[in-house]
């Protein structure tokens, strides 16, 4: 759908361009944790700018929206590869056809969720070489950007993973670097990757998941005759996303509303001033409930705290003859006027 509608526009707009959506899909499967048959997800997608630059700003958004929840580096992690490396590897080191690297993709697909004797005996029924399959478990056993460099410096690769490296030494530089590792087993499923993919990990014991992921794509526009575009996105479910703060005590109370400020008046003629401040605050910002009709003096703190406020705002007759607000603290019971 998102190439469908890049590949329209494409010609006219400005590039980089940033889209996002959140929609509601299905997929026919047996639901289980983490997975529905009809779920909400959350879509991000950069299409023309370099790989490694989009693909920067895209990995950065995700841990951006779950440090926002409160989440660290000890609760996620981001785990990357290169789909480029991993085509180099099987082609120039492990001299694989077509037939054998898509059947391998699907065993990479599941390595860490397979016994060691169930991973032996499906790399077997494709590779028959012994020293073909130590070089294949040499490089999924990878653990590091430094192991990376080092393996491709010995088959004279470094060239493949120039942009992959590239990406590496700006996350050295950031805050990124506490989340992001590098994982030869993160492959994604689906065939269009052509670059960099990489999943979000939950490190809950109770919830040891993949819980987003994406990657960079080239090619997808040329489904609709379209010359390629580079482009990079990922997605994040509703439901994985809700595992994750649950298991970490991270979930928002969403039972009670979120305002700045509640706006109590005690009589008709402070009902204007009242509606005008609020419409003023709101302007800047502020997020206000707006009490809807003559409040009871007596009636004001309870409502507030009913409705989970921290703040209140009251204006009566002698705060509109003297032009101030009288502004209460509910959590620390402080109390002054406001012009």
Known sequence: TVARMAAQVHREIAKPFRWYSIANFMRY???????????????????????DLAAFEVIDLTCSLLRNFGANDSM???????????DAVFNQILKLDD??????????DKSKK??????????????????????????????????????LEENEMNETAETFLNFYNKIKETTLKAFVNYDPTIVR???????IVFEIFDKH??????????????NLLQ??????????????????LKDFLESHNLLPDLSKPNHDLMIAYFDDESEVTAINLAKELRAIGIKIDLNLGVMK???????????????????????????????????????KNIN
């Open 29 to 51: 499967e047996k639901p289980q944790r983490g997975r529905l048959r009809e779920f909400t997800q959350l879509n991000v997608d950069i299409f023309g700018a370099p790989d």
């Open 76 to 86: 996620f992690s981001i785990q990357i590869n290169d789909r480029k490396i991993v």
């Open 99 to 108: 037939e054998q690297s898509t059947k391998l993709y699907k065993v990479i």
């Open 114 to 151: 397979v016994t060691s004797e169930a991973l032996d005996k499906m790399i077997s029924e494709i590779i028959t070489d012994p020293q073909t399959v130590l070089n294949f478990k040499r490089y999924i056993g990878l653990s590091s950007f430094e192991d990376l460099v080092d393996f």
């Open 189 to 195: 499923g689906l065939d269009y990757y052509t670059v």
């Open 205 to 218: 014991p109770d919830n040891r998941r993949a819980i987003a992921g994406g990657g960079a794509y080239a």
């Open 223 to 240: 489904i609709f005759n379209e010359q390629p575009l580079a482009g990079i996105g990922f997605g994040l479910g509703d439901v994985t």
């Open 297 to 335: 003096f007596k009636k004001v703190f309870k409502t507030a705290e009913q409705r989970n406020h921290s703040f209140i705002a009251m204006i009566g007759e002698n705060e509109r003859n003297d032009g101030v607000v009288q502004l209460k603290n509910l959590k620390n019971k402080d109390q």
